[in-house]
């Protein structure tokens, strides 16, 4: 089974952070990115751009219609994914507490959401 694992973080507190911090956030991911990797789990992984340069389409009066921003308002958004291979939920867990997300920057408020995804490939 695959897990689609979401990695917030407060939008609020992120932008408060200096260039030097944000250096040593992406120094104190790098252990963790590895140690995903390491697991031979890791279907899938990737980073998310800020959330002001996204764009949503919707259905309206039968049309597609896009507008900026994310679907969703409020502090905590989606900053990176990653899909795992494992076999239950427990497992992905496990794989998962890997991730910087759930290691570190609280003071960011990450976070990561696990969820068991059907892939159609």
Not at 21 to 29: I, N, P, R, S
Not at 105 to 121: K, L, S
């Amino acid at each position: 089974m695959k897990y689609l694992c979401l990695c917030y973080y407060d939008t609020k507190k992120f932008a408060t952070l200096s260039p030097a911090e944000l250096e040593a956030v992406g120094d104190q991911c790098h252990p963790y990115d590895a140690a995903l990797r390491a697991t031979g789990k890791l279907v899938a992984q990737g980073s998310l751009s800020q959330p002001q340069t996204w764009k949503c389409v919707r259905p309206q009066n039968g049309k597609a219609v896009i507008t900026d921003g994310p679907y969703t308002q409020g502090n905590l958004q989606v900053g990176a994914f990653f899909i795992v291979e494992a076999g239950g939920m427990d497992e992905a867990l496990r794989v998962a507490s890997k991730h910087a997300a759930a290691n570190y920057g609280e003071h960011i408020g990450f976070a990561v959401e696990v969820r068991a995804c059907e892939m159609f490939e």
